[in-house]
């Protein structure tokens, strides 16, 4: 979606290695969020931020961290990444809580083997 | 357990035929209720939303929903598919103001020429 990308696009890692991916967006939005969709999940919260370097943990946050050092930028961060972690990871943001006007990046492909 | 449920994992139809996709919810208060879709490889787009007020909402695409309290459901329609409609239709729900989406496990739609 213009206004917000999400790098890489692909990714296929090793078990145990670690990982970052990128949510950058140039909305100046001050809410974004990292979900991951699995089959017969819909989309769950992983981390969500609501400021440069506030943060919060949603559902499923076991095994992740963020990082929010700039308006325009979400860093999610697997530090060992494991095959359960294998999903499609969208990142969205939200100018405003409350109106749920979310726009959501293209995703990443993540493989863990 | 509070929840969003959709009852078809995968529907087919054929195009020019009527669509009812199908919502369930499961909390107290009457939720903030929301139909994203979602094409191959790409990320979310909002269909329409309610949060109060006229219980049939119109949306984008031609696609409509009702709020029904008694049933606790948000149901998803159209008068007549289009090929274009094929993507996966994911209902969420906001619980209470200011708290993060809870989204179903999504409805796949294949439409027919």
């Known amino acids: 979606d213009a206004g917000i990308t999400q790098s890489p696009r692909h990714k296929v890692t090793e078990t145990g290695t670690p990982v970052t991916l990128r949510c950058h967006q140039t909305?100046?939005?001050?809410?974004m969020y990292w979900y991951r969709q699995d089959p017969g999940h819909g989309l769950r919260l992983i981390h969500y931020?609501?400021?440069?370097?506030?943060?919060d943990k949603g559902e499923v946050s076991d095994g992740y961290s963020v990082s929010r050092s700039k308006t325009e930028d979400f860093l999610l961060t697997l530090e060992s990444a494991t095959s359960s972690q294998t999903s499609v990871y969208f990142c969205?943001?939200?100018?405003?809580?409350?109106?749920?006007?979310?726009?959501f990046g293209s995703g990443t492909r993540l493989t863990v083997v | 357990a509070q929840s969003v449920t959709q009852p078809d994992i995968h529907i087919t139809v054929s195009e020019g035929a009527s669509l009812e996709l199908r919502c369930n919810y499961s909390y107290g208060a009457t939720p903030y209720l929301f139909w994203y879709v979602q094409s191959p490889g790409q990320g979310l787009q909002l269909l329409l939303k309610y949060f109060s007020g006229d219980t049939l909402v119109q949306g984008i695409k031609g696609f409509e929903a009702e709020f029904k309290r008694s049933q606790s459901s948000f149901n998803l329609r159209k008068p007549s598919v289009h090929w274009s409609d094929a993507a996966e239709y994911f209902c969420?729900?906001?619980?209470?103001?200011?708290?993060?989406?809870?989204f179903g496990p999504g409805t796949r739609l294949s439409v027919l020429p």
């Open positions: 909305e100046n939005h001050r809410y």
């Open positions: 969420a729900v906001v619980p209470n103001y200011g708290q993060n989406f809870v």
């Open positions: 969205a943001i939200s100018e405003a809580t409350g109106n749920y006007g979310y726009t």
């Open positions: 931020s609501y400021g440069v370097k506030d943060t």
